[in-house]
């Protein structure tokens, strides 16, 4: 978009300009709003299918997740999680997918 020579315009030529880049400008900032919007549905899409994957896991090593409430689950989880051992190889998870995704 290359901005028009405005030597020698008339009021009217120059409100009509203004009037074309004012459009331009709401297209523009719609477009952005779109592409904002699709980023947020992809980023929940991602969360949403992580957040299920890593359920279906869970499950698995349950064994028999339906007679269990949400609270002994979690119960079970705290303690998984609590040995040094879990916590260690958490942080060295971690450390070494810093350095692959740098």
Do not use: W
């Amino acid at each position: 978009m290359s901005i028009p020579n405005l030597k020698n315009k008339s009021i009217d030529e120059l409100r009509e300009i203004k009037a074309k880049g004012e459009a331009e400008l709401k297209v523009l900032h719609n477009k952005s709003k779109y592409y904002e919007s699709q980023i947020n549905l992809l980023t929940r899409k991602k969360r949403t299918h992580r957040l299920c994957t890593r359920g279906a896991i869970l499950e698995k090593f349950l064994g028999c997740p339906n007679e269990l409430t949400d609270e002994q689950v979690e119960e079970i989880l705290k303690i998984a999680f609590q040995p040094e051992e879990v916590g260690r190889a958490i942080e060295q998870f971690r450390e070494s997918n810093e350095t692959s995704f740098n």
